[in-house]
């Protein structure tokens, strides 16, 4: 039963979702916003007391997560944030399985009706390392047929409700650096996942042709449902962002939205040059993810370990701790701003020198 | 249904874990289902269909009372699924 809309998120399959993701995204807003501060809190004394040092990029991380384990309220609120994160996915995907028929139909039917805006090879591989269950995803992005629709569920509880008018999204692509002499026919969105990015940069460069590329074809399906069911017109192609299937200089304007903490630190130097490579002379690249090359106070880097122990962000500590901006520089990009966001994320943007 | 060991465990011992994921759960079915009788309740006294003690004087058949059954079931194995794993 179609359920209508709320903002651009379809309502959830049946009422008792709706009230469950709601429930969750609750219990998610108590846990980030009422009892963080006091694990925070906790944590900093638990620190002090084992003589450990307050602040760092790293620092003796396993120390510090077992003093400040043996801090009840840590440890309940580690048990509450995974337990609510599974079974948002849960609850979710359960009712979608009942229909998986149809959603799946609706995913084909919109590829039959706009031939020409999602690429795929079947014979594509897809790396082991992307086949993580990134935030507990069941399947992750790649192993589950219906993943978009479980990602856009699951992201507005993630998201803390702000993901159903693509709010968040608005935030990144508002950030988008764009070339200098203001000349922009290809822009990219680069692990687009479900294509939020993709058609808010579509609307904010109307003249540009757009893509959306990811590794997860599940996601781009939905991506491109979604996509053509607002009537923006943007292309979705399956890739990988270390083998970006395009010519030199080829867009004049890239963006990476929470990609580099989700991939392999050895892969970061590969996807600079591959942006570095598809970037005409004066195009510019965006970087928005996790903040790095920071020092942390200890809860900060508590619940950065725990994401990375526990809510399946395997790769995040490696970005955490890199230079992303002498990275982009040792590609022969230029860095013109590092700084924080409205939100936990960090925004970056280089550009490719003009050639003299 | 979509489940997966309950692990790790992160209080000092793991049958507290699934005590709280027990909690957690529950109250997700309480909210959801305050929710609904909400709605329905609105969605009736709009239509002039529902007058005060219907609910409670409301008597089901055989076949209701069956539904009710299963749906407890699911609804039990649901909440406590977690506190039956090895």
New interface residues.
């Given amino acids: 039963m179609e359920r209508g809309y709320l903002g651009l998120l379809p309502r959830a399959p049946t009422?008792?979702d709706e009230?469950?993701l709601?429930?969750?995204e609750?219990?998610r807003n108590f846990s980030i916003g009422e009892m963080f501060p006091r694990v925070a809190a906790a944590t900093e004394a638990a620190a002090e007391r084992a003589g450990l040092p307050g602040r760092g990029s790293q620092g003796p991380v396993d120390s510090l997560v077992r003093a400040a384990?043996a801090v009840?309220l840590v440890?309940?609120w580690?048990?509450?944030m995974?337990?609510?994160q599974?079974?948002t996915?849960?609850?979710v995907?359960?009712t979608l399985l009942t229909d998986a028929a149809r959603y799946e139909r609706a995913l084909s039917d919109a590829e039959a009706a706009h031939p020409g805006k999602l690429h795929y090879d079947p014979a594509f591989v897809v790396p082991d390392y992307a086949r993580e269950e990134i935030h507990l995803q069941?399947g992750g992005y790649v192993g589950d047929s219906l993943a978009g629709y479980v990602f856009h569920y699951g992201t507005q509880v993630f998201y803390q409700g702000q993901n159903d008018q693509d709010e968040l999204h608005q935030q990144v692509v508002d950030m988008v650096a764009l070339p200098q002499d203001g000349k922009v026919e290809r822009a990219l969105d680069l692990a687009c996942s479900i294509g939020q990015a993709t058609t808010l940069l579509k609307q904010r460069l109307p003249r540009a042709e757009v893509t959306g590329l990811d590794v997860a074809l599940p996601l781009l399906r939905y991506g491109h449902k979604r996509a053509t069911g607002l009537g923006i017109d943007v292309n979705f192609k399956q890739g990988l962002a270390e083998q970006i299937d395009y010519p030199d200089g080829h867009f004049d304007v890239v963006l990476a939205y929470i990609l580099f903490h989700e991939v392999p630190e050895s892969l970061f130097s590969p996807i600079i040059a591959e942006v570095a490579r598809v970037l005409r002379p004066g195009g510019t690249f965006t970087i928005v993810d996790a903040p790095n090359g920071q020092s942390f106070p200890a809860g900060q880097r508590l619940w950065m370990q725990y994401d990375a122990e526990?809510n399946c962000e395997p790769y995040s500590p490696a970005f955490v701790a890199a230079d992303l901006p002498a990275l982009l520089e040792q590609h022969g990009l230029r860095v013109t701003h590092v700084g924080p966001t409205p939100t936990f994320l960090w925004c970056t943007q280089c550009e490719k020198p003009p050639a003299s | 249904m979509t489940t997966t060991p309950l692990e790790p465990a992160f209080l000092p011992h793991p049958t507290m874990d699934r005590m709280l994921d027990a909690l957690v759960a529950i109250s997700a079915e309480l909210s959801a289902e305050r929710e609904r009788r909400q709605v329905l309740e609105q969605v009736l006294a709009a239509h002039g269909a529902l007058k005060p003690n219907e609910i409670e004087q409301y008597r089901p058949n055989a076949d209701e009372l069956a539904q009710r059954k299963r749906e407890r079931d699911a609804y039990v194995r649901r909440i406590f699924g977690s506190l039956g794993q090895p």
Avoid: M, N, V
Wanted: glycine share 4%; net charge positive.
């Fill in positions: 009422l008792e009230s469950h709601g429930f969750y609750s219990l384990d009840p440890a309940t580690k048990r509450l995974r337990t609510q599974q079974r996915w849960w609850k995907r359960d069941p526990h």
